[in-house]
């Protein structure tokens, strides 16, 4: 942060009860993570893919994303802040991606295994689940199949279980959400979710394709044109930082050093 002086599911695989998903061998009752079971058009909406992570000027984008203090982002942007009830539960470490949105009106968990599978590298998986703050979309296998498919996080506007594997260095992922449940989604027809339209997070409309951003201190989602327009004056006021918080040390005049008015 930068101050200046200007300016799951339905039932998982055998010993978890995370998510929905089916791994084979397993006794689990959700539906499979291959791929395969990606058969309903009429389950996931329109489908309409957002920007490829991979395009250079977007990756490059997000490279310099992930090194922005989000704080910084505060100094610099009004809009996009997701309320502070949805907070990191996962792994401990930055999150920065591309949206692809799913939104849940029914506690369906094949939708969500849907979803999952359909995932690009870089992606960020945005869950709203309509209001319902009990069913857990997302929990061990779900965070699993998410990470095989090199996502780049999962938020939910929601609950989500295992909280322990979701931290997990080897399986888990950054998730952001309002709190955990042992209560799970079902294994559904898988009608109950419709993807890539825009959801509602925490009083934040995010759009397939916005940029999300998280961290210890909360959620960023925005266009990537709003970010874009920012991001130098970010960087700048991060290299800024350490100096001017050295010369507060050292015991300056802080009215020669922070923004009066």
Do not use: W, Y
């Not at 759009?207 to 951003?213: E, K, Y």
Request: aromatic share 0%; hydrophobic share 40%; with cysteine.
């Amino acid at each position: 942060m930068s101050v200046t002086a200007s300016g799951a599911t339905g039932l998982g695989a055998t010993g978890s009860s995370a998510t929905g998903a089916f791994v084979p061998g397993s006794s689990a009752t959700g539906a499979c993570v291959t791929g395969a079971c990606v058969t309903d058009p009429s389950a996931t909406g329109p489908g309409v893919p957002g920007p490829d992570p991979a395009e250079p000027g977007h990756a490059d984008l997000l490279e310099r994303l992930q090194r922005v203090d989000l704080p910084t982002l505060g100094h610099l942007l009004e809009e996009g802040f997701v309320g502070s009830a949805i907070r990191r539960l996962g792994q401990p470490r930055r999150m920065a991606g591309t949206a692809v949105t799913l939104a849940l009106d029914t506690p369906d968990a094949t939708a969500v295994n849907r979803a999952l599978v359909a995932l690009r590298p870089g992606e960020v998986l945005v869950v709203d689940m309509g209001g319902d703050h009990t069913h857990a979309p997302i929990g061990a296998v779900t965070a699993a199949a998410a990470r095989a498919r090199g996502a780049a996080g999962i938020v939910v506007d929601g609950v989500v279980t295992d909280v322990d594997a979701l931290t997990d260095p080897r399986s888990g992922m950054p998730v952001h959400a309002r709190g955990t449940s042992c209560l799970t989604t079902k294994r559904l027809d898988g009608r109950g979710g419709r993807r890539q339209v825009p959801v509602d997070i925490g009083g934040v409309r995010i759009a397939p394709g916005d940029i999300v951003l998280g961290d210890a201190n909360g959620l960023i989602a925005l266009p990537p044109t709003s970010l874009a327009a920012v991001v130098h004056e970010a960087e700048v006021a991060d290299a800024a930082e350490p100096e001017l918080i050295g010369r507060i040390r050292a015991g300056e005049d802080l009215r020669t050093l922070l923004h009066l008015g």
